[in-house]
């Protein structure tokens, strides 16, 4: 995790996609733990920020779409906070990847809604 801090290093880069590749061979129940442990970081009350969060999570859900369909609007709603928007269209792109159907749909719904208006997460 330390090593995906630096969204413009390559390292980093790798490190993000590793976490997918490693964690689709994990049982899914072991994975989603990596997710909540992701979400949390991603959330003010942690203390800290997980600022490649919608990357890492995006790249789960990549390796191993099936199980983790539910993450991806959880990985659109973070869309309105600055910190990730970028990170939000890269994780929604690289799953539309693998799985057109499953991001297509949030990535065209952000992509025309209006600045303030995507969805919230609750």
């Not at 959330?43 to 790249?59: F, M, N, V």
């Not at 269209?89 to 990847?97: K, N, P, T």
Request: hydrophobic share 40%; aromatic share 6%.
């Amino acid at each position: 995790m330390a090593l995906t801090y630096d969204k413009k290093a390559l390292l980093s880069r790798r490190a993000i996609e590793a976490i997918g590749e490693i964690t689709s061979s994990m049982p899914p129940e072991e994975a989603r733990q990596v997710i909540q442990r992701v979400l949390w970081m991603m959330r003010e009350e942690s203390g800290g920020c997980a600022w490649s969060g919608p990357e890492i999570l995006g790249e789960i859900v990549r390796g191993n779409p099936k199980p983790f369909e539910d993450i991806v609007p959880i990985i659109a709603s973070f869309y309105e906070e600055e910190i990730f928007k970028s990170g939000v269209i890269r994780a929604l792109e690289r799953i539309a990847e693998v799985r057109p159907g499953l991001a297509r749909p949030h990535l065209n719904r952000l992509s025309t809604a209006p600045a303030g208006t995507a969805s919230r997460r609750s």
